[in-house]
């Protein structure tokens, strides 16, 4: 199984001025003839049409809260073109049954499996994190209430399982029992997310733990599963759980970084959501562990924030002088190095195993996205 622990952290501060970050994405090579939306829309469109099938399963009324919650229809039943999300954890999916010489179509249960899982997660994430917004739509806590995004995130996760096991093969169980390790790693991320808001200080080191739990662990699952549908053996399954787990933790990094600096246009969140719900995201932690003026004067105000009763009026201002503090004591810079890192790691990775060319392109071009996404 997946070592998570393969390649520390850098020390904010230390080691990064020394570094060769190279280039994302890099020039010449294969993946720049990859056309990534095509490869993204065929995962999308493979998966869609099974998704729809296993949500329609559900009871009334988990069936229309999970359609509304996936774009299908609006707040008022209507049928709608809504943003679905990146489509990334599908198309690896798709994408590593062709590691084995399976078609992408062997890959499908385990796509739906994992976007199951994942949207089960955000179910919940919105709730607990309070977030009114999502793919610039209200939330289903917003619409349909609190109860309806447990039970519905509950019930997405079983359908997951059910998805997977009822194909009856061995290659499906051993599928299953790679999701469900990630499905505990996930909530274990999403716990020591919960508790480092209460914490005044969190280390660079735990935050990437925190970060490698929530994200890596589902992106790792899904850079493999389809492969492991295909028949491949746990040392390949094992390789492409590493370079999925490494590209979570860049996939992360620039979603640290939208958390804080984000377009609201492309987020479809809240402007400064992340400082909004006093995150202890990789900039913050990273420009609270550099030292320096600015590094303290954050720290200060970090720490009043947490005691104010006033918090939730604070004004744009004082939420951008925060998010300067982080930008002036180094937290962005480093955090955008530590995605490029992140994603030099999990293309190396790759190398362990033979694969097609077109199919190591593509692997490596969705790694390249994942990190050049606009913030």
Request: charged residues 25%; contains cysteine.
């Amino acid at each position: 199984m997946l070592d998570q622990h393969a390649a520390g952290p850098r020390t904010p501060g230390s080691t990064t001025r020394g570094e060769t970050v190279p280039t994302v994405p890099p020039a010449e090579t294969a993946a720049d003839a990859v056309d990534v939306s095509a490869l993204l829309e065929r995962g999308r469109t493979l998966a869609t049409p099974v998704l729809r099938a296993a949500v329609d399963r559900l009871a009334p009324p988990m069936d229309t809260v999970s359609a509304y919650h996936f774009g299908w229809i609006d707040a008022e039943g209507n049928p709608a073109a809504g943003d679905g999300g990146k489509a990334v954890r599908p198309a690896l999916a798709v994408l590593s049954a062709e590691v084995t010489g399976a078609t992408p179509e062997t890959g499908i249960p385990g796509a739906v499996a994992v976007e199951l899982v994942h949207n089960f997660s955000l179910l919940h994430d919105d709730l607990m994190d309070g977030d009114e917004q999502r793919r610039h739509r209200d939330t289903v806590w917003k619409v349909h209430g609190p109860s309806q995004a447990i039970l519905v995130g509950d019930a997405l996760f079983a359908l997951a399982n059910e998805v997977l096991l009822e194909l009856g093969t061995v290659e499906a169980g051993r599928a299953t029992r790679r999701l469900t390790t990630a499905t505990r790693a996930l909530i274990d991320g999403q716990a020591q997310d919960i508790s480092y808001e209460h914490r005044d200080r969190v280390s660079v080191e735990e935050c990437l733990e925190m970060e490698g739990n929530k994200t890596g662990a589902l992106l790792a699952c899904a850079s493999s599963i389809g492969a492991v549908l295909g028949g491949a053996d746990d040392r390949t399954a094992d390789v492409l759980e590493k370079y999925g787990y490494h590209l979570g933790l860049a996939f992360q990094a620039v979603d640290d970084l939208l958390g804080i600096w984000g377009d609201p246009e492309s987020t479809g969140k809240q402007t400064w959501s992340d400082l909004r719900q006093r995150k202890k995201s990789l900039p913050v932690v990273a420009a609270l562990a550099a030292g320096g003026p600015a590094s303290e004067r954050l720290g200060e105000i970090l720490a009043a924030d947490a005691k104010s009763s006033d918090f939730e009026n604070f004004s744009e201002e004082e939420f951008a002088a925060r998010a300067a503090l982080i930008e002036e004591a180094g937290g962005r810079e480093w955090t955008a190095e530590e995605a490029r890192r992140q994603h030099t790691i999990a293309i190396e990775v790759l190398d362990a195993i033979d694969m097609p060319d077109r199919v190591r392109a593509q692997f490596t071009a969705l790694a390249d996205f994942v990190v050049v996404r606009k913030r």
